[in-house]
């Protein structure tokens, strides 16, 4: 597929895309006589018990694939205020249900006043007089969670708009002591996955269990879903003999053989991806799990940034690589080019303008083994 054909395709079909949350996928397989079995994980110290796959709702929920998530008992979904239509549009789906499940959702404002009418606008906006976690969304520096943010939250949980407090991150290394050292927060949702899991994450994640601080995994999937190989990424087509779908699977078998995690959040377009991804709660992780994971992390690694911010700072211009990356991923491996250009148009404007096809050579070396130039020059032709 070409980039402008790519483009093309997006400015048809994508702009679009609120209306098409209303619309049943054609891909669904599978008609289930069983429910897939839930299991349930305690989230730290809330004592909130989630099934150990929740739904991560999107930008754009597919009605029919939410509804029967909760039809089968998932009970913990996540969204965000900056998710545009999101709440609307689920707020449609838990009507008659708000007990049966618990919501996170998020605002995207450091500012006190904002943060507080966020708040009031989200409980309008989902028909409900609480929410089970509220999160600042997107926090990977300190200085990003100002003592006025911190306020606000507070007072939200005070009032009982929100049960528990917290926040999302891609970079918990750089959030941990931070949120520990606050001594406000219930739950961080940070991303944690097999391929970007391990050596990177696993001693932030591990400190937070133990502080009884509840680990919401999210991004546990994007990278194994072989989306990105039929994209254009460099790794070629996948060269496994499993069928779509158990990429994903095992790797939430993975995240959730680490009992420090409390929930994962998987987008889900299909019920056939339910179906598969609800099985990881009962299914064991298995050797060949391992084996496919391995195999499918080794494809990606020229496309695939692990958010491991080695880079941080060192472009000469200014890039912040790794969330240039996460927004070419979001396209890639995920298949959603609404939020890879919604999160680009939200760099600064100098930093759209920069094309990596100036620079004679590039002064990153991944240490990952990301082909960091051609990935950000694909970013700009298909993002900007
Ligand atoms: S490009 Fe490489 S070094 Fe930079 S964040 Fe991604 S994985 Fe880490
Ligand atoms: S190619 Fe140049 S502009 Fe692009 S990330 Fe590398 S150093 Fe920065």
């Given at each position: 597929m070409s980039l402008n054909r790519s483009r093309r395709e997006f400015l048809q079909a994508g702009l679009t895309l609120p209306a098409a949350g209303l619309v049943s996928s054609s891909l669904d397989m599978s008609v289930q006589k069983e429910p897939p079995k839930v299991t349930y994980r305690t989230l730290g110290k809330t004592g909130l018990k989630v099934t150990g796959v929740g739904y991560g709702i999107g930008y754009v929920p597919n009605v029919e694939v939410v509804n029967r998530a909760i039809d089968w008992g998932i009970n913990y979904f996540d969204t965000s205020?900056?998710?545009?239509?999101s709440e609307a549009i689920f707020a449609g789906c838990i009507k008659g249900k708000r007990q049966k499940i618990h919501i996170s959702t998020k605002s995207g404002s450091t500012k006190k006043e904002e943060i507080l009418q966020d708040m009031d606008t989200s409980l309008k906006t989902l028909g409900?007089?609480?929410?089970?976690i509220w999160q600042l969304h997107a926090?990977?520096?300190?200085?990003?969670?100002p003592d006025e943010a911190i306020e606000a939250m507070v007072q939200c949980k005070k009032a009982g708009k929100a049960r528990f407090i917290g926040f999302s991150c891609h970079n918990p290394n750089n959030m941990v002591d931070f949120l520990l050292d606050a001594k406000v927060f219930d739950v961080m949702q940070t991303t944690y996955s097999f391929a970007i899991g391990s050596g990177f994450r696993e001693k932030a994640v591990q400190k937070l269990a133990a502080a009884g601080v509840g680990v919401i995994a999210m991004k546990v999937v994007v990278a194994m879903s072989g989306i990105g190989m039929k994209r254009g990424g460099s790794g070629g087509p996948a060269k496994t003999n499993k069928k779509e779908g158990e990429g994903p699977l095992a790797g939430i078998k993975w995240v959730l053989s680490?009992?420090?995690?409390g929930t994962t959040v998987p987008n889900m377009n299909s019920i056939a991806e339910l179906e598969m991804n609800m099985r990881a709660m009962s299914e064991p992780y298995t050797p060949a799990d391992e084996q496919l994971l391995f195999t499918l992390n080794e494809q990606i690694r020229p496309d695939y940034c692990r958010m491991c911010y080695q880079c941080d700072g060192v472009c000469p211009k200014g890039l912040p690589v790794a969330d240039v990356l996460r927004y070419l991923a979001y396209y890639?491996?995920?298949?959603d080019l609404y939020q890879g250009v919604t999160n680009f148009r939200n760099l600064r404007p100098e930093l759209q303008k920069v094309?990596?096809?100036?620079?004679?050579?590039?002064a990153i070396k991944c240490p990952n083994g990301v082909q960091v130039k051609n990935r950000l020059m694909r970013a700009q032709e298909l993002l900007a």
């Open positions: 205020r900056d998710y545009r239509e409900t007089d609480y929410v089970d926090r990977d520096l300190p200085a990003r969670i680490n009992p420090a995690i890639d491996f995920a298949g094309r990596c096809g100036d620079c004679s050579e590039c």
